[in-house]
């Protein structure tokens, strides 16, 4: 597990190579069987790393819920843990699906919302923590994750300038020296104009950590986009297939989906290149069919002294290079050239 993690995560980001999360999350409707196929599929889609979301509903809602999200008197309703706890799953199963992951070749990870489920991972050794956007101000969960060291990813959505620098200084002074901001969009899924990707180089800029995308858009052009504006992590969704119901189907890539989500991630990457100015080998063979040289315009006899009417500029691009020109004129030639053949410096005195 640790030689995965070494090259499926800290390997990719110190060479600022994409790397791709399937989030599988509550996908798996608390089925064991449903989340173990989930990671087969991830890891055949090309993910490199797996996520599950571990939860405790009766610690991640009060029972007077509903009745405070409407501006209404408190009032007894556990519909919502009751919804929740169907998602649980013990922490036996979790022992399985990381084996599986491993087993895979994937990295498994999860985010977690309380301190036991962190407790729980750090039985598991996993080797670095997501932090949700909901959980940016839990600031016990974070000091717990920080006092462990681990790499953390930690999501943005819904979240103030002020409360995402707090919530780095509790990572950074707890001894946490690898961080991952996503820039995310807390929509489900986010229309096309609320993506902000300008947000992703304001995270990089304000913060000077690698940043990369949690992505809730419809199809692949957020995230390539985003590999534009210097993303290296990316979140998405995973179901098993476009009709498996499940609580993020509507955000959720199938794994063929998924495949071409990571294919496109990886050419748009691709397209960046290295920003040299420079033109490379490949453009080589056009550049010399395509280029103008220095030609003779006429024949010219050895011994004479080149004037602009002796020279014409002409394709293809396999001697002097027009740059030369005035350099050129004015200077003797040392043996005949014919017309319409291209000048060489070695041509000239």
Do not use: W
Request: net charge negative.
């Amino acid at each position: 597990m640790k030689t995965t993690f070494h090259n499926r995560y800290l390997k990719k980001l110190a060479h600022k190579e994409p790397v791709v999360i399937a989030e599988i999350g509550l996908n798996h409707n608390g089925n064991l069987t449903e989340a173990i196929e989930l990671i087969h599929r991830a890891a055949d889609s090309g993910a490199d790393l797996v996520k599950f979301q571990i939860i405790n509903a009766e610690l991640l809602y009060s029972v007077y819920t509903r009745s405070l999200i409407n501006n209404q008197p408190p009032q007894h309703d556990d519909s919502m843990i009751t919804f929740f706890k169907r998602f649980e799953l013990t922490q036996s199963d979790y022992v399985k699906l990381q084996q599986t992951a491993g087993e895979d070749g994937v990295v498994f990870f999860a985010s977690c919302f309380d301190l036991p489920s962190f407790a729980m991972l750090e039985q598991l050794q996993v080797p670095l923590y997501k932090i949700a956007s909901s959980e940016i101000t839990n600031v016990p969960l974070i000091k717990n994750i920080a006092a462990t060291g681990k790499p953390v990813v930690c999501s943005t959505g819904i979240s103030h300038s002020y409360e995402i620098e707090y919530a780095i200084k509790l990572l950074q002074g707890g001894g946490v020296n690898n961080i991952v901001l996503l820039h995310c969009i807390s929509l489900y899924p986010v229309p096309p104009h609320a993506v902000n990707l300008l947000r992703i180089q304001h995270l990089q800029q304000k913060f000077g950590l690698p940043v990369g995308f949690s992505d809730h858009a419809n199809d692949n052009r957020a995230s390539m986009m985003a590999v534009a504006s210097g993303a290296l992590v990316f979140e998405k969704h995973f179901k098993l297939s476009d009709d498996h119901d499940c609580i993020d189907k509507d955000v959720s890539l199938s794994p063929e989906a998924f495949k071409r989500y990571v294919d496109d991630i990886h050419m748009a990457y691709t397209m960046m290149g290295d920003g040299a100015i420079d033109y490379h080998d490949a453009e080589a063979g056009v550049a010399r069919s395509a280029r103008r040289s220095i030609f003779a315009a006429q024949n010219i006899q050895k011994g004479t002294i080149v004037t602009e009417e002796h020279l014409t500029l002409k394709r293809p691009g396999v001697g002097l290079s027009p740059l030369y020109l005035d350099k050129i004129v004015g200077k003797k030639v040392k043996r005949d050239i014919i017309k319409d053949m291209p000048l060489c410096e070695n041509d000239m005195d």
